[in-house]
């Protein structure tokens, strides 16, 4: 197997956000950031958050000061002393009510629906930031820029954001189109399908996304179908190498060129997604290309 480019902790992490958002995509209505529990005060001072994405964006608008809690998976050198109050899908009702948050970050899905429900029934303010897509990225910036008192921080992260999306896309019209895998695990294979964020910036930076007619947004992709796709580069995000050879060495996998995300950037759907759609850039359009 070999090393990864980024911390195992956090990519398992991110996995379980993805299947959560893949169930929850599927549900019938899709709505924005919304609250629950009671409002939180107009200064909030204690802010607990359930995923490294969230807590990206705290720190990022320069509120790091306020985070009391944050969830096992989060690896910033910033949180590392703080209190962990479990998982995405299983956060502990009583290790977040216990830290008296004035604000819980909450990416929605429904393995954490039932314990973040409690949280608000017992008085503690919540916020829910689902975060399929771009839109819902950028949504989410403006919303905790909102709670946090750092509106003007947030806009400018939206701001750049949306710049390097321009950028990135007058600068793909130039040059031919990949087709591309982008998957994160292989066995099975989970990859990008519409919907998704990765789906989005795969467009931005000039791909063609081969499970553009998957069913949803993060769905297990028949191997059968992917062959039949004979992507030019397969984007590999997964956290272990478990089933990677044997996909590799199929005919219509084993043409295509194979690459490895260099970091996060392109995994949490945060502020740092301008980042990664530069990194995405730069894997699709390798030298002599350059970045623009």
Same mark, same amino acid.
């Given at each position: 197997m070999s090393p990864r480019p980024v911390g195992l902790v956090v990519i398992a992490a991110v996995l379980c956000l993805v299947a959560g958002v893949a169930d929850a995509a599927s549900a019938p209505t899709h709505s924005g950031p919304r609250t629950l529990g009671p409002p939180a005060p107009a200064k909030v001072r204690r802010v607990v958050t359930l995923a490294p994405s969230l807590t990206e964006m705290v720190l990022t608008l320069g509120a790091g000061s306020t985070l009391v809690g944050v969830s096992r998976f989060d690896e910033a050198k910033e949180v590392e002393k703080l209190p962990r109050v479990g998982g995405f899908t299983d956060p502990s009702v009583e290790a977040v009510v216990a830290l008296k948050p004035d604000l819980v970050l909450v990416q929605p899905g429904p393995?954490?629906? $039932?314990?973040?429900?409690?949280?608000?029934?017992?008085?503690?303010?919540?916020?829910?930031?689902?975060?399929?897509?771009?839109? &819902?990225?950028?949504?989410?910036?403006?919303?905790?820029? #909102?709670?946090?008192?750092?509106?003007?921080?947030?806009?400018? +992260?939206?701001?750049?954001?949306?710049?390097?999306?321009?950028?990135? #896309?007058?600068?793909?019209?130039?040059?031919?189109?990949? $087709?591309?895998?982008?998957?994160?695990?292989?066995?099975?294979?989970?990859?990008?399908?519409?919907?998704?964020?990765?789906?989005?910036?795969? $467009? &931005?930076?000039?791909? +063609?996304?081969?499970?553009?007619?998957?069913?949803?947004? /993060?769905?297990? /992709?028949?191997? %059968?179908?992917?062959? $039949?796709?004979?992507? &030019?580069?397969?984007?590999?995000?997964?956290?272990?190498?478990?089933?990677? &050879?044997?996909?590799?060495?199929?005919?219509?996998?084993? %043409?295509?060129?194979?690459?490895?995300?260099?970091?996060?950037a392109l995994l949490q759907p945060g502020p740092s997604l301008g980042r990664g759609l530069e990194e995405l850039f730069k894997l699709l359009h390798p030298e002599p290309a350059k970045a623009p």
């Amino acid at each position: 197997m070999s090393p990864r480019p980024v911390g195992l902790v956090v990519i398992a992490a991110v996995l379980c956000l993805v299947a959560g958002v893949a169930d929850a995509a599927s549900a019938p209505t899709h709505s924005g950031p919304r609250t629950l529990g009671p409002p939180a005060p107009a200064k909030v001072r204690r802010v607990v958050t359930l995923a490294p994405s969230l807590t990206e964006m705290v720190l990022t608008l320069g509120a790091g000061s306020t985070l009391v809690g944050v969830s096992r998976f989060d690896e910033a050198k910033e949180v590392e002393k703080l209190p962990r109050v479990g998982g995405f899908t299983d956060p502990s009702v009583e290790a977040v009510v216990a830290l008296k948050p004035d604000l819980v970050l909450v990416q929605p899905g429904p393995g954490n629906q $039932r314990p973040v429900e409690k949280m608000a029934e017992l008085g503690v303010p919540v916020l829910l930031l689902p975060l399929h897509s771009v839109t &819902d990225v950028l949504a989410a910036m403006r919303a905790v820029g #909102r709670a946090l008192g750092r509106e003007k921080e947030s806009e400018a +992260v939206v701001t750049r954001i949306e710049a390097t999306r321009t950028r990135i #896309r007058e600068a793909a019209k130039k040059l031919p189109a990949p $087709r591309v895998l982008f998957a994160y695990g292989f066995e099975p294979l989970v990859v990008a399908g519409p919907g998704s964020f990765a789906h989005e910036l795969l $467009r &931005d930076a000039g791909g +063609v996304n081969v499970a553009a007619d998957a069913g949803s947004a /993060y769905p297990v /992709y028949s191997v %059968e179908r992917a062959v $039949r796709a004979r992507p &030019d580069v397969v984007v590999d995000a997964a956290d272990v190498d478990v089933g990677k &050879d044997k996909l590799r060495a199929l005919p219509g996998l084993a %043409e295509a060129r194979w690459v490895e995300v260099p970091s996060l950037a392109l995994l949490q759907p945060g502020p740092s997604l301008g980042r990664g759609l530069e990194e995405l850039f730069k894997l699709l359009h390798p030298e002599p290309a350059k970045a623009p």
